[in-house]
């Protein structure tokens, strides 16, 4: 199996290069990282899968961290199960600081089969462009019944800092409310 890593990046500038050294740790190298900049992460998201050649990408943002054994653990369960994603836990760093399921953060930082990304159609972009792209990619995957098989160890750190877009239970509610219409 061949992996890409695709980075959408604001250019975090305290924190990308402790994410691609994060990367370079790798027990397990990437095949291909592909780095996209734009104010429309689904756009970004969508243009990086389709420059990909890989059969699987692992999506990490540009302040997030991978533990080393991340890539290979991801791919040993996906290659050994009929997964279409495999997620793990995270522990939140910076701000907060903790560990969370996989169902807290869904989809962040899974390694995900490119084939299921084609099936969906790809990411779609929330009215404002950047919010819950990646909550609706998720829930667009469970719609199609994919399936999905957790590490419930914490393979990477989520960055939590001053100024990033977060996930509110009230967008949650509206993002399950629109998936039913």
């Given at each position: 199996?061949?992996?890409?890593?695709?980075?959408?990046?604001?250019?975090?500038r305290?924190?990308?290069?402790?994410?691609?050294?994060?990367i370079?740790?790798q027990?397990?190298?990437?095949?291909?990282?592909?780095?996209?900049?734009?104010?429309?992460?689904?756009?970004?998201?969508?243009?990086?899968?389709?420059?990909?050649?890989?059969?699987?990408?692992?999506?990490?943002?540009?302040?997030?961290?991978?533990?080393?054994?991340?890539?290979?653990?991801?791919?040993?369960?996906?290659?050994?199960?009929d997964?279409?994603?495999?997620c793990?836990?995270?522990?939140?760093?910076?701000?907060?600081?903790?560990?969370?399921?996989?169902?807290?953060?869904?989809?962040?930082?899974?390694?995900?089969?490119?084939?299921?990304?084609?099936?969906?159609?790809?990411?779609?972009?929330?009215?404002?462009g950047?919010?819950?792209?990646?909550?609706?990619?998720?829930?667009?995957?469970?719609?199609?019944?994919?399936?999905?098989?957790?590490?419930?160890?914490?393979?990477?750190?989520?960055?939590?800092?001053?100024?990033?877009?977060?996930?509110?239970?009230?967008?949650?509610?509206?993002?399950?409310?629109?998936?039913?219409?």
């Amino acid at each position: 199996m061949t992996i890409t890593i695709i980075m959408p990046t604001r250019f975090e500038r305290d924190y990308i290069t402790e994410a691609f050294q994060s990367i370079y740790n790798q027990t397990r190298k990437p095949d291909e990282i592909v780095i996209v900049k734009g104010h429309n992460q689904a756009a970004q998201m969508n243009q990086a899968v389709n420059s990909s050649t890989s059969d699987a990408f692992i999506y990490l943002a540009d302040d997030d961290l991978l533990n080393p054994d991340f890539i290979a653990r991801h791919e040993e369960v996906m290659n050994n199960t009929d997964a279409d994603i495999v997620c793990s836990s995270l522990q939140e760093i910076g701000l907060r600081n903790g560990v969370h399921e996989f169902w807290d953060k869904p989809f962040m930082c899974s390694l995900i089969k490119r084939s299921l990304w084609k099936k969906v159609g790809g990411f779609d972009a929330w009215p404002d462009g950047q919010s819950l792209v990646d909550g609706q990619f998720f829930h667009k995957c469970l719609k199609v019944g994919a399936k999905i098989s957790r590490i419930t160890e914490p393979l990477w750190k989520y960055r939590v800092h001053e100024g990033q877009t977060e996930i509110t239970m009230e967008q949650t509610e509206e993002l399950h409310r629109r998936l039913k219409e």
